[in-house]
């Protein structure tokens, strides 16, 4: 199944990547896309992507305006937002493949 594309609306609002709620094929990237949310959280302790409803949150996903609080973020390394940056981007030809982020200095190094 390793290379194979999917498609169909499929996932928990939070942490479903912009190209499936688009209708569009998807790979292994929307695993990366999720996994930045779950990593974002971890370090905020909310979502990067919120809204009241199901469709809020979907409208703010394929929005995909990343924010890092000053306030939240304040002790997170530049390094991490990096990565969040490049797990979370909307365009899928550019979003980090698993490998990359495996290799990325904030994961390497760690």
């Known amino acids: 199944m390793e290379g194979e594309m ?21 790979g292994e990237k929307v695993d990366v896309w999720s996994a930045g949310v779950v990593l974002y ?7 990067p992507f919120y809204g009241e409803t199901a469709a809020e949150i979907f409208e703010a996903v394929l929005r995909g305006n990343l ?23 909307k365009d899928v030809s550019r979003r980090f493949s698993a490998e990359q982020v495996l290799r990325h200095p904030w994961v390497a190094n760690a």
């Open 6 to 26: 999917v498609s169909g609306v499929v996932g928990t609002p939070y942490y479903v990547a912009p190209e499936v709620l688009l209708g569009r094929d998807y």
């Open 41 to 47: 959280i971890m370090l905020a302790g909310f979502p």
């Open 67 to 89: 924010r890092f609080s000053a306030r939240v973020f304040q002790s997170a390394s530049a390094s991490v937002k990096d990565l969040l940056r490049r797990m979370l981007c």
